[in-house]
């Protein structure tokens, strides 16, 4: 069997998959050698074991503590990747994984004290977290915060047990939990927040919102997992960027990225680390002025031709796209 990709060398076998939620599953995977990974860290996975479909997950499990690499994945409507993961994967299946990668980690933050907080599926990393501080730094005052819609949608409902946590649902009246959405006052409610090193994972809406409190009640060391990347409006004005294939304009703010300037205007582009890593962005620049900050993946064939990671490439001038 060989790789699909360079970018994805690591091939796993799915030994079981256990149903989390109603719409979320973990799959378990033997790596037959040592994957070094950090705590917090996503791969991505080669969709349906094929070059051009790379996806971005959570390594959900923990190293030196679990004993399977674990991605927990959220099943989403037309999602190309999690439905292959979460309705034809199977026990035995073999899937293809990327390095590790990602900053979001915890491993190199030198404190004591922590504030992990968790919206729905964000949750991946920071249980990845919460148990490599358990087991390497057992000494730490760790404090989490777990907002779900409905309590049937806790994501490791079990393992939550051995830990302390505050879990908020939106239904009301339910026995464990605390009915609503985080607020300023439950925030004020952990002690020494301001110095606590803060860490935040969920929708981007929910990050926003961690951000504005827990920096308006003096937290200084604040860290968000930028893999979940909000879509802006479309803009009116701004940088032009002209499609010859379909014929179409568009705008970009100027200091926009291009892939952001593609997406908020719902242009076709597969993304998935955005960070200038996995290549799946790879789009033609045919006229025009911009910096790039990184050109993995790209041979210098390919960017003599003017190709360009769009998460990567930030324009200067008006462009025009193949």
């Known amino acids: 069997m060989t790789m699909p990709t360079p970018q994805c060398p690591w091939r796993m076998q799915v030994h079981h998959i256990r149903q989390e939620t109603p719409d979320v599953w973990t799959l378990s995977l033997l790596c037959h050698d040592f994957y070094p990974y950090q705590a917090g860290q996503y ?62 980690i915890c491993a190199d933050k030198a404190t004591e004290r922590f504030l992990l907080l968790a919206g729905g599926c964000g949750v991946t990393p920071i249980m990845s977290m919460r148990r490599w501080l358990a087991k390497y730094r057992p000494q730490a005052d760790v404090q989490v915060i777990y907002n779900v819609r409905t309590p049937q949608d806790v994501i490791f409902a079990e393992e939550w047990r051995d830990y302390p946590v505050t879990l908020i649902t939106e239904s009301a009246g339910v026995p464990g939990f605390t009915e ?28 926003a919102f961690v951000e504005q409190e827990v920096k308006a009640l003096g937290v200084t060391r604040f860290y968000k997992e930028k893999f979940f990347t909000p879509v802006a409006e479309a803009a009116a004005s701004g940088l032009k960027f002209t ?80």
Request: hydrophobic share 40%; with cysteine.
């Open 243 to 322: 499609t010859i294939t379909p014929a179409r304009e568009f705008y970009g703010p100027v200091g926009t990225t291009l892939l952001e300037a593609m997406e908020s205007n719902k242009v076709p582009v597969n993304a998935a680390c955005r960070a200038g890593v996995c290549g799946c962005c790879k789009t033609r620049v045919l006229s025009g002025e911009y910096r790039v900050t990184s050109t993995m993946t790209l041979t210098e064939a390919e960017m003599a031709e003017g190709y360009v990671l769009a998460c990567s490439c930030h324009p200067e001038s008006d462009l025009v796209l193949a």
């Open 180 to 207: 609503g959405r985080l607020t300023r006052d439950m925030l004020l409610q952990v002690p020494d927040l301001a110095a606590r090193t803060v860490m935040t994972c969920g929708p981007a809406p929910y990050m």
């Open 43 to 104: 791969a991505l996975v080669s969709i349906r074991n094929r070059a051009d479909v790379l996806r971005a997950y959570t390594i959900s499990s923990t190293p030196g503590v679990s004993p399977f690499i674990t991605l927990t994945v959220r099943r989403i409507h037309e999602g190309e990747g999690s439905n292959w993961l979460t309705r034809e994967v199977k026990r035995g299946d073999y899937l293809w994984l990327s390095d590790a990668q990602g900053e979001f």
